[in-house]
C-alpha cells in the first residue's frame, strides 16, 4: 500500500501529513503501508519542510528527517493506491494531472475524518495550530479505514 499526501508546494501541509501518518503507522504495527509527499505547483521544488511546520511536529514528539520538496506527475501517480489532498485547489490540480484511471484514488484529507472542509495552507494562514489539528484528524480517520484492511 502506498500513500501519497499532496499540496500546493510540499513544504508545509503534505509534509507535516506524511510525517504524521508515518508516525501512527508505525505505533500501530502497519509496516506494509509506504507514506511520501509531494507538490502540485513549482514555486517550492527543492525546498526542505517549512519551519513553522518542523515547528509544529518537533512540539508534537513527531519525527521527520530533512528532505526536498519535489513535483508530482502523472506518470509518478500511478505508483501510489491514495493520492490525498488538503483542499479543493489540490484536488482539481490532482483531476487535472492523473490518468483518467488514478482519479479513483483522490480523496481530500480530512474526508477520512468525515469532513469535506479544506486544511488552511499556513503559509498564508501563519496557524500552525489548525493545520496540525487537522491533518492529525485526517491521518487519524486514514489509519481507521487502513486497519480494517488486513495485514
Sequence with gaps: ?????????????SPMAE???KKLLAEAGRDDVAVESAALHTDEIGS??????RGKLREK???FTPRKAWLL????????????????????????????EDREKIKSLLSFAGSEKPIADP???GNFDAT?????????????ELQAKPL
Aim: proline share 3%; net charge negative.
Design 1 to 13: 500500500m502506498k500513500i501519497l499526501f499532496v499540496c500546493h508546494g510540499n513544504i508545509c501541509r
Design 19 to 21: 510525517s504524521v501518518m
Design 48 to 53: 526542505d519542510i517549512h519551519y513553522g511546520t
Design 61 to 63: 514528539g513527531v519525527p
Design 73 to 100: 506527475t502523472a506518470e509518478k501517480a500511478k505508483e501510489y493506491d491514495f493520492l490525498i489532498g488538503m483542499d479543493a485547489y489540490n484536488l482539481a490540480d490532482l483531476r487535472r494531472l492523473v490518468y483518467p
Design 123 to 125: 503559509w498564508y494562514t
Design 132 to 144: 496540525w489539528d487537522d491533518v492529525l484528524a485526517g491521518c487519524e480517520g486514514l489509519l481507521k
